[in-house]
């Protein structure tokens, strides 16, 4: 019998060589939309890639709830074999061997929308912060000793405290937070991006667990070459709910029609059950189309906008441009030789080095402004009631800022700058183009440079 433990909070998977009755922990395993308990049954995305990895070698799994400090015990103890959803610590590779990962998990602050001083992990010196016991975030917290680290029963509690300012901020992965901000409607809370640390969490076996590791290993890299990875993906963040799936809602209409046949008490009282129910589905698909939103216009690794996003803004501001006689500008910058960086030190190094640019150029971004990904490594900002001599000062600056910082891992890293002023009655294609055309220009100049297109 080989029993897997499942967490990034609480659950557990067994994987069995031949059929025997599945471990299982009683405990809380409400961690939508990764791993929670719905009607008795397990259910996820951490999950759904497990089962399909299993599949794909032949191992059989049933999946159980269990509180993860429990779960992790399990494993320790060698009750167990393995758990999923876990996060690689110091701590933890000193007892566990870790597998490919299996999904990425941003970790978030949260905090009251009023409390606008809270804008980062190094202003929460001082206060109070909620974690559960036992899984990474409390774990990350540890090194900062001027954090007051405040042990929840669960997430739900740690935001009805937030909410009632028994805390100060909440530091929990970004699914999880939103999922109870729109469960419990916590109007009051707001979510801080960027994320404060970013990782792939994996399936964990005891050290020297070899065999098992291997067979875990080979399922999730056919999952990932057969396209199976990337369905249950697209299932979890682009079905039209997420925590209450279209067939759940077709069984209760089917139970509604059985129950149409008892006596009217027992049909009022359903009744009763089933408009519970669909306020449940309700707040789901709320949350739902609020997250597809948010992917369908914003870049997923950087968090700024997306392309998709500036093009229908960008419109927006010619108009306002023209009929107020205002002056605006577009500014299109781009990483020096950022190849380079992915061929010396790797592509996840080289979107470290994305996400901390994005951060520094985002920190010099007005409210007016929108500043968003292009492609790639470039991007572009439209700057509005902005002429030459401000953006051409706004661009020098971030030049240099980017110039003179030591990005992590990868060292000294430069950009090249275009800047277009507005002409009334211009084309958006035409305005654009000669802000591209002035980037080259900087780029043929030795790189590293700011240039002003010419009307």
């Given at each position: 019998?080989?029993?897997?433990l499942?967490?990034?909070?609480?659950?557990?998977?067994?994987?069995?060589?031949?059929?025997?009755?599945p471990?299982?922990?009683?405990?809380?395993?409400?961690?939508?939309?990764?791993?929670w308990?719905h009607h008795?049954?397990?259910?996820?995305?951490?999950?759904?890639?497990?089962?399909?990895?299993?599949?794909?070698?032949?191992?059989?799994i049933?999946?159980?709830?269990?509180?993860?400090k429990?779960?992790?015990?399990?494993?320790?103890?060698?009750?167990?074999?393995?758990?999923?959803?876990?996060?690689?610590?110091?701590?933890?590779?000193?007892?566990?061997?870790?597998?490919?990962?299996?999904?990425?998990?941003?970790?978030?602050?949260?905090?009251?929308?009023?409390?606008?001083?809270i804008?980062?992990?190094?202003?929460?010196?001082?206060?109070?912060?909620?974690?559960?016991?036992?899984?990474?975030?409390?774990?990350?917290?540890?090194?900062?000793?001027?954090?007051?680290?405040?042990?929840?029963?669960?997430?739900?509690?740690?935001?009805?405290?937030?909410?009632?300012?028994?805390?100060?901020?909440?530091?929990?992965?970004?699914?999880?937070?939103?999922?109870?901000?729109?469960?419990?409607k916590?109007?009051?809370?707001?979510?801080?991006d960027?994320?404060?640390?970013?990782?792939?969490?994996s399936?964990?076996?005891?050290?020297?667990?070899t065999?098992?590791?291997?067979?875990?290993?080979?399922?999730?890299?056919?999952i990932?070459s057969?396209?199976?990875?990337?369905?249950i993906l697209?299932?979890?963040?682009?079905?039209?709910?997420?925590?209450?799936?279209?067939?759940?809602?077709?069984?209760?209409?089917?139970?509604?029609?059985?129950a149409?046949?008892?006596?009217?008490l027992?049909?009022?009282?359903?009744?009763?059950?089933?408009?519970?129910?669909?306020?449940?589905?309700?707040?789901?698909?709320?949350?739902?189309?609020?997250?597809?939103?948010?992917?369908?216009?914003?870049?997923?690794?950087?968090?700024?906008?997306?392309?998709?996003h500036?093009?229908?803004?960008?419109?927006?501001?010619?108009?306002?441009?023209?009929?107020?006689?205002?002056?605006?500008?577009?500014?299109?910058?781009?990483?020096?030789?950022?190849?380079?960086?992915?061929?010396?030190?790797?592509?996840?190094?080289?979107?470290?080095?994305?996400?901390?640019?994005?951060?520094?150029?985002?920190?010099?971004t007005?409210?007016?402004?929108?500043?968003?990904?292009?492609?790639g490594?470039?991007?572009?900002?439209?700057?509005?009631?902005?002429?030459?001599?401000?953006?051409?000062?706004?661009?020098e600056?971030?030049?240099?800022?980017?110039?003179?910082?030591?990005?992590?891992?990868?060292?000294?890293?430069?950009?090249?700058?275009?800047?277009?002023?507005?002409?009334?009655?211009?084309?958006?294609?035409?305005?654009?183009?000669?802000?591209?055309?002035?980037?080259?220009?900087?780029k043929?100049?030795?790189?590293n440079?700011?240039?002003?297109?010419?009307?």
């Amino acid at each position: 019998m080989t029993a897997l433990l499942c967490g990034l909070g609480f659950s557990l998977v067994s994987f069995a060589g031949e059929p025997s009755p599945p471990l299982r922990f009683l405990g809380n395993a409400e961690l939508p939309p990764m791993v929670w308990s719905h009607h008795g049954n397990t259910q996820g995305v951490a999950v759904d890639l497990v089962n399909a990895a299993a599949h794909q070698v032949g191992l059989s799994i049933s999946i159980v709830g269990a509180d993860w400090k429990t779960a992790q015990d399990e494993l320790r103890d060698g009750k167990t074999d393995a758990l999923i959803q876990i996060n690689q610590t110091p701590q933890r590779l000193e007892i566990y061997d870790f597998s490919d990962p299996l999904l990425k998990s941003n970790f978030h602050i949260f905090r009251r929308t009023k409390d606008i001083q809270i804008s980062g992990i190094d202003s929460l010196s001082g206060r109070k912060v909620g974690v559960e016991a036992g899984g990474f975030p409390i774990e990350f917290l540890q090194k900062y000793d001027q954090i007051g680290v405040v042990v929840v029963p669960n997430w739900s509690d740690a935001f009805a405290k937030l909410s009632a300012s028994e805390i100060d901020a909440v530091f929990v992965d970004r699914w999880v937070g939103e999922y109870e901000l729109y469960q419990h409607k916590f109007n009051n809370i707001t979510l801080i991006d960027p994320p404060v640390v970013t990782l792939e969490s994996s399936i964990a076996v005891k050290k020297g667990n070899t065999a098992l590791l291997a067979k875990i290993n080979e399922g999730l890299r056919r999952i990932e070459s057969n396209g199976t990875r990337q369905s249950i993906l697209r299932k979890w963040e682009a079905k039209e709910v997420v925590y209450l799936t279209r067939e759940s809602i077709d069984r209760i209409i089917m139970a509604a029609a059985a129950a149409a046949a008892l006596f009217m008490l027992g049909v009022i009282a359903y009744l009763y059950r089933q408009r519970k129910n669909l306020q449940s589905a309700n707040s789901a698909l709320e949350f739902a189309n609020e997250r597809l939103s948010r992917l369908a216009t914003t870049d997923t690794l950087t968090g700024l906008w997306n392309r998709l996003h500036f093009e229908e803004r960008v419109g927006h501001e010619l108009i306002k441009a023209d009929r107020y006689k205002q002056p605006l500008s577009v500014l299109i910058f781009d990483i020096d030789q950022f190849k380079l960086v992915n061929d010396s030190y790797g592509h996840l190094v080289g979107d470290r080095v994305l996400v901390e640019l994005c951060d520094m150029a985002r920190q010099q971004t007005r409210d007016s402004d929108l500043l968003a990904r292009w492609g790639g490594e470039e991007f572009i900002m439209l700057m509005p009631n902005t002429g030459p001599n401000e953006a051409m000062a706004v661009a020098e600056k971030l030049r240099a800022n980017f110039a003179s910082h030591n990005f992590a891992d990868a060292g000294s890293i430069t950009a090249s700058f275009g800047i277009a002023p507005y002409q009334p009655g211009e084309s958006v294609d035409h305005w654009i183009s000669r802000a591209d055309t002035a980037l080259y220009e900087a780029k043929q100049e030795g790189r590293n440079t700011v240039k002003i297109a010419h009307i």
